[in-house]
Nanobody, 121 residues
Framework: QVQLVESGGGSVQAGGSLRLSCAAS????????MGWYRQAPGNQREAVAT???????NYAPSVKGRFTISKDSAKNMVFLQMNNLKPEDTAVYYC???????????????WGQGTQVTVSS
């Protein structure tokens, strides 16, 4: 059984910074891609940033230049450094692992429980 646990959310003023962390534990055979998504009230969940096992990254245009995704593959962890936060960044942030949990099985996506980020103006 796989579990993803996030930490680091909170409340900050506009222009501030937060760092989110997500650790995956349990039966993990191979991680293919990790990412952060967010969902604001009334909106659909959207991709914020992703990183592959090889280190290739992608960012949503709205966060490019302000957010940085990184990983620690040995510890099955992914991080999101968020700088110059804006009120429109307010949302619940979810980490996502795309991985294979056992040899011979198909890759699947796993989600954390979400952590609230609130940015006040």
């Amino acid at each position: 059984q796989v579990q993803l646990v996030e930490s680091g959310g909170g409340s900050v003023q506009a222009g501030g910074s937060l760092r989110l962390s997500c650790a995956a534990s349990g039966s993990i055979f191979s991680v293919i891609r990790m990412g952060w998504y967010r969902q604001a009230p009334g909106n659909q969940r959207e991709a914020v940033a992703t990183i592959t096992v090889g280190g290739s990254t992608n960012y949503a245009p709205s966060v490019k230049g302000r957010f940085t995704i990184s990983k620690d593959s040995a510890k099955n962890m992914v991080f999101l450094q968020m700088n110059n936060l804006k009120p429109e960044d307010t949302a619940v942030y979810y980490c996502n692992f795309d991985m294979v949990v056992a040899p011979g099985t198909y890759e699947a996506e796993y989600w954390g429980q979400g952590t609230q980020v609130t940015v006040s103006s």
